[in-house]
């Protein structure tokens, strides 16, 4: 499994800006699927948006499409989420992941039990 860590979360207004990034411990991560999942106080951990190993296809939570775009730079080992006009409810731990299953961006949702590694989390908070 690859090891993750996660970087860019922080303290930020409604409406306002962050670049989430993912680094792969090993140079392997062009043969992953990479998701970022969130998960507010309370709630289930939900999966936010995806991309694909094999043509960067993409899987977005409805409530993020249009704010939210997941990307990937292969070369550097590591995904990022640009995160904009950000909300209240966006507060959340976010985790980045990764799986072999490159189908699950054509999934409804993204099911947590199907990624292997996690990192170990940054928190997001949307607040004035």
């Known amino acids: 499994q690859v090891k993750l860590a996660e970087s860019g979360g922080g303290l930020v207004q409604p409406g306002g800006s962050l670049r989430l990034s993912c680094v792969a411990s090993?140079?392997?991560?062009?043969?992953?699927?990479v998701a970022w999942f969130r998960q507010a106080p309370g709630k289930e951990r939900e999966g936010v948006a995806c991309i694909s190993s094999a043509d960067s296809s993409t899987f977005y939570l409805d409530s993020v499409k249009g704010r939210f775009t997941i990307s990937r730079d292969n070369a550097k080992n590591t995904a990022y989420l640009q995160m904009t006009n950000l909300k209240p409810e966006d507060t959340a731990v976010y985790y980045c992941?990764?799986?072999?299953?490159?189908?699950?961006?054509?999934?409804?949702?993204?099911?947590?039990?199907?990624?292997?590694?996690w990192g170990q989390g940054t928190q997001v908070t949307v607040s004035s």
């Open positions: 992941a990764t799986t072999l299953w490159d189908a699950v961006v054509g999934r409804q949702r993204l099911p947590p039990n199907y990624f292997g590694s």
């Open positions: 090993e140079s392997t991560l062009d043969l992953y699927a």
